[in-house]
């Protein structure tokens, strides 16, 4: 027996062109070219067109995020005249706020408390607490808490 009647007698095994594995390779590669071909017409025109880049808008024209705290300033701001800028410039600027406190009463309505620097805690939580019909208990409770934090926040 010869080499070759052996291969005669067997088919070597071969890739079976019906399987979905190979079915998807095929399809990967015919939708590979469609890319291409896409990508190259689109190079072509943004040649033919000039600008191969996307221009973005100018500085001036891109609207600036303003946060919700400072909304309201500037909104009064485009309505005041220059000679009221020039008064609000001279007075003293605020003292920082130190903390913000969102308090959500029973009817569902939220409230907030900044805490300044230099402001009298207890004065501010009762004025507060009275204003949302917090007991005086409650109102104490809120102060000590309120202090508590802002000294570990200090220290």
Known sequence: MSSEGRTEGRETPKLNMEHGFIQSIIKNQVDRDEYDKEQRLLKVQSKISGSSRKERPK???MQMYVPPHLR???????????????????TPMPAEVQMKLEFVRQ????RELNICEGEDLKKLVNSFGRANGLDLRLRDALYHR?????KERAS
Do not use: M, Q
């Open 107 to 110: 009817d569902g309505e939220v």
């Open 72 to 90: 309201a300033k500037t909104a009064n701001d485009k309505d005041s005249s220059p000679k009221e800028d020039l008064e609000e410039k001279s």
């Open 146 to 150: 309120l202090s508590s934090a802002l």
């Open 59 to 61: 500085r001036a024209a």
